[in-house]
């Protein structure tokens, strides 16, 4: 009876396209590309649809056609606004648009409260929050692996520079030799 083998999504991500054609293409291997024929780049529009699942709370903030046309300007340099479904492009505003709102909700509550054992947990606020931000990686993500495979032009994923700059600012510094790890080196500058 099998029981290993590979993992849908196992195994080393391909490299974008633009990082093969900067590098010379290095593996001397045909590059793929995904094109239709006959498709036009065409600038897609918002469907009316998003405008019913907008809030009115959120309206002095941002609203969902503001997140929708900032998300094609960041697609359009890519060349690949036509092999992505205005669909998957409405799942991550909408997406984004419901962080934004478990966001704004948050900051009107309190992020961490007692429980009945008076022990200090995460209030459920902060929980949808965390489980929002997934979804919006996930929404991305589809999207992002169709403009890194295809896009000729070296472009950065913003959702990606973001997490860079939050986890990037952590460095763990050396610890001597001999000197046991009991954790107070961590998450403090190198020196070196």
Not at 63 to 72: G, K, M
Not at 106 to 130: R, Y
Not at 148 to 163: A, I, Q, V
Not at 165 to 185: L, T
Request: proline share 7%; with cysteine; charged share 30%.
């Amino acid at each position: 009876m099998p029981r290993g083998g590979a993992r849908k999504g196992a195994g080393r991500k391909p490299k974008p396209l633009a990082e093969k054609l900067a590098a010379g293409n290095p593996g001397h291997r045909p590059l793929t590309k995904v094109e239709f024929s006959g498709a036009e780049n065409a600038r897609p529009k918002m469907p009316e649809y998003l405008k019913f699942m907008q809030k009115p709370a959120l309206n002095h903030i941002i609203t969902l056609e503001e997140i929708f046309e900032r998300t094609l300007d960041h697609l359009e340099p890519s060349g690949c606004l036509n092999l992505i479904p205005v669909e998957n492009i409405c799942e991550y505003v909408l997406a984004k648009y419901y962080l934004i709102d478990a966001q704004y909700a948050l900051s009107k509550t309190a992020i961490v409260a007692l429980n009945d054992k008076k022990e200090a947990v995460i209030t459920g606020f902060t929980e949808a929050m965390l489980k929002l931000q997934k979804n919006v990686a996930l929404t991305w993500g589809g999207i992002w692996d169709v403009v890194s495979r295809n896009s000729e032009k070296l472009l950065t994923n913003p959702e990606e520079d973001l997490m860079t700059a939050i986890m990037g600012g952590r460095i763990r510094k050396k610890r001597p030799k001999g000197e046991p790890d009991h954790g107070a080196n961590e998450h403090t500058e190198n020196t070196d």
